[in-house]
């Protein structure tokens, strides 16, 4: 579904990225292993367009679409869900949600969407009138993943679902990221909570100041030395 070759990109004069190459199939969790600054985020940045890479090729489904603006790249069915609970706070939950539908035809099955998401996340439901910035962390995370998916998205990717998060709340992203591979949305997970990412996704990349150093199956991954080591604390 997802082919990155050879990608470098740069900060001004500054490399960030250095011939980062992966490959994601159809209805795969794909997880992104990595400290903070290691190049996780700006690998999805690149990839939906908000930022330019310096060199290297971004095809989605047999499609070159590196460097065309994120606008484009949304209608070909590739949504960034960013770090963070970034909801648009003075507007209520529903409002939040319609924001989302305005790729392509998205809007008019918007309402068809909205019983998707609240289905999926059923507290914004009983929320959806509510100002956005009247959630709580947890639920601000599921209205920013909801919103994500109200242009019916073929690729998502996921950044750092889990910041910020008890527990118990990252349960219920994590189940719902489940549902979704189940109903055929294929997902880039960047996660620094190993583990969890481990469990739930089918291969895994190591990624280290801007490089990645290895790629495995989640389990094989688990048993390295090195992802035990870094970010299991085993």
């Given at each position: 579904m997802l082919e990155v070759k050879n990608l470098c990109a740069s900060y001004g004069n500054l490399p960030v990225l250095y011939d980062v190459s992966f490959n994601i199939r159809p209805d795969e969790i794909v997880t992104l292993l990595g400290s903070n600054g290691a190049g996780k985020?700006?690998?999805?940045?690149?990839?939906?367009?908000?930022?330019?890479?310096?060199?290297?090729?971004?095809?989605?489904?047999?499609?070159?679409?590196?460097?065309?603006?994120?606008?484009?790249?949304?209608?070909?069915?590739?949504?960034?869900?960013?770090?963070?609970?970034?909801?648009?706070?003075y507007l209520t939950v529903k409002e939040n949600l319609l924001i989302g539908a305005y790729p392509g035809d998205a809007w008019k099955d918007r309402?068809?969407?909205?019983?998707?998401?609240?289905?999926?996340?059923?507290?914004?439901?009983?929320?959806s009138n509510q100002e956005a910035r009247l959630l709580s962390g947890g639920e601000q995370q599921m209205l920013n993943i909801?919103?994500?998916?109200?242009?019916?998205?073929?690729?998502?990717?996921?950044?750092?679902?889990?910041?910020?998060?008890a527990p118990v709340i990252v349960d219920g992203v994590f189940e719902a990221l489940a549902t979704l591979r189940e109903q055929g949305i294929t997902i880039l997970l960047p996660e620094q909570n190993a583990l969890r990412a481990l469990q739930l996704a089918d291969r895994g990349y190591v990624i280290q100041d801007g490089r990645v150093v290895m790629e495995a199956q989640s389990e094989d991954l688990m048993k390295s030395d090195l992802v035990k080591k870094a970010y299991l604390g085993r």
């Open positions: 985020s700006t690998i999805l940045n690149v990839v939906q367009g908000v930022m330019k890479p310096t060199s290297g090729t971004i095809v989605f489904q047999g499609s070159d679409i590196t460097g065309l603006p994120p606008h484009e790249i949304v209608e070909k069915g590739v949504i960034h869900i960013a770090e963070g609970h970034r909801v648009f706070p309402q068809k969407a909205m019983e998707w998401v609240v289905e999926l996340f059923p507290i914004l439901k009983s929320r909801g919103r994500g998916l109200m242009s019916h998205p073929k690729f998502i990717m996921v950044d750092e679902p889990s910041v910020g998060l």
